[in-house]
């Protein structure tokens, strides 16, 4: 699974609203590397990058989503083994900064839930059915700070 996320050139193919990558830094997925990716549907698509703040290999990656002017995100991905040949993967967002931490709410919490399953359950076909790797089972997680009951 940490084969995929060590994969910058396959985020758009995973997380849902990225529709480009335009770059990604040779030393992907090291602390301070970039991801330059566009978000959006044109002509309304926003250019900006993801950096890594934190990296522990095949555990965790964490990183700090731009998504400039709306606002960054903290983005911090676990991965656990649950038995042989699956992992489960959790997921947590957080705005930290811009005009999208001010404009939380319950509403907004739901669409960034439902977008992380859909982004997840992209992953998992990717980890699943990717070539010369080993199948995995995914079993995603979510969490978006637990600020609503679904």
Not at 65 to 80: H, K
Request: charged share 25%; hydrophobic share 45%; aromatic share 6%.
């Amino acid at each position: 699974m940490f084969a995929v996320l060590a994969d910058g050139w396959t985020y758009s193919d995973w997380v849902v609203g990225t529709t480009h990558i335009r770059d990604v830094d040779e030393a992907w997925p090291q602390v301070g590397a970039e991801l330059h990716h566009k978000a959006g549907p044109w002509p309304l698509s926003l250019h900006d990058s993801s950096t890594v703040v934190l990296v522990e290999q095949d555990r965790r990656l964490r990183l700090r989503a731009g998504l400039w002017p709306l606002g960054e995100a903290v983005v911090d991905i676990r991965l656990e083994p649950e038995g042989i040949g699956a992992t489960r993967v959790i997921m947590h967002e957080q705005f930290e900064r811009g005009p999208l931490l001010a404009a939380r709410n319950k509403l907004n919490d739901l669409v960034l839930h439902r977008r992380n399953i859909e982004a997840l359950r992209r992953l998992a076909d990717i980890a699943e059915n990717a070539p010369l790797r080993q199948p995995v089972e995914v079993i995603p997680t979510i969490s978006v700070k637990d600020r609503f009951d679904l």
